[in-house]
């Protein structure tokens, strides 16, 4: 998409303080030109910002093709079918997201998970209600905002930028492989469930992403996972993976007992404990954690 050849490829940004938008668009341009060596320039000064390969979240000119991406300007720079308006990350995304993810198929999960959330609190756009007074989600934005130097600290905002920028870089690396993994082990996973005798109670051998694919067909309540110390695990399916609400959990008078006391109550020797939310249990062997998803079961 680009011939700089071996230059150095400046990257141009706001100064002073940042957020999460700036500091993700700054992430996804590291990945893109991973194999560049990069500068990124804090500034508001406009002849530097002209210069620059590539300017984010400054500039008050958004072009994809010059690869200007602003929003700032008095008209912005376009909003979603859903109303979510594009921020600097937004954008920088639309354009290689589909280049560091492989396909565009994941580029647009994660622009769902991530991009958009950051996107819409960019603009202003609510996302998710308060239902606990004061108490809210600390989330992404949240954590780049601790960053941010404030009294009596000393006002070095170009170090702690890029630091958080290397951090976001890894996070997204990261989460792109996790969903490359995950639509891997969803072909793992459907031919489990399918080859299921009994299709309430689903047993994998690995640590595979089940939760929210299991969850989407109708007959699973628990799924036992093995571990590499041969203990497992059994797990209620939540009916949606957005609430803790499960289909089936564990009888209350599990709810809170381990070892000895749990074995008593159920028969089953090697049973080790029960969430007091009675949402996953376990046993010291297949055949224990089985027998205990069969007796929630009421058999």
Same mark, same amino acid.
């Given at each position: ?20 938008? $700036?500091? #993700? ?5 590291? %990945?893109?030109? /991973?194999?560049?060596?990069? @500068? &990124?320039? !804090? ?126 870089? $890894?996070? #997204? ?5 996790? %969903?490359?993994? /995950?639509?891997?082990?969803? @072909? &793992?996973? !459907? ?109």
């Amino acid at each position: 998409m680009f011939n700089f050849g071996s230059r150095k490829i400046t990257l141009v940004t706001h100064s002073n303080r940042f957020h999460a938008d $700036d500091v #993700l668009a700054a992430a996804v341009l590291l %990945i893109y030109f /991973k194999d560049k060596e990069t @500068k &990124i320039v !804090r500034t508001r000064d406009q002849k530097i910002i002209d210069s620059g390969d590539v300017v984010f979240d400054v500039g008050f000119v958004y072009d994809e093709t010059g690869n200007r991406f602003d929003h700032h300007q008095k008209q912005g720079a376009g909003k979603r079918e859903n109303g979510i308006p594009y921020s600097s990350f937004g954008l920088v995304w639309k354009k290689f997201g589909k280049d560091i993810c492989g396909s565009q198929e994941i580029a647009d999960y994660l622009d769902k998970k991530i991009v958009q959330p950051i996107d819409a609190i960019d603009s202003g756009i609510e996302i998710h209600k308060q239902i606990i007074d004061g108490v809210r989600p600390y989330i992404f934005t949240d954590i780049v905002d601790c960053f941010n130097p404030m009294w009596p600290e000393k006002e070095d905002f170009d170090s702690a930028f890029c630091r958080l920028a290397e951090f976001s870089k $890894d996070l #997204l690396t990261r989460e792109i492989q996790k %969903i490359k993994n /995950k639509k891997e082990a969803e @072909k &793992i996973l !459907r031919e489990i469930y399918e080859n299921s005798e009994d299709k309430r109670i689903i047993y994998i051998n690995d640590n595979y992403p089940w939760e929210d694919i299991l969850n989407r067909y109708s007959e699973p309540l628990f799924v036992i996972k093995s571990r590499k110390d041969g203990m497992c695990s059994v797990n209620t399916v939540r009916s949606n993976v957005f609430s803790f609400e499960s289909r089936k959990l564990f009888p209350e008078s599990w709810a809170g007992k381990n070892g000895k006391e749990l074995a008593e109550i159920t028969g089953v020797e090697d049973a080790i404990f029960c969430h007091n939310a009675r949402f996953i249990c376990s046993a010291k062997s297949k055949d224990g954690a089985m027998r205990l998803a069969r007796l929630a079961l009421g058999e």
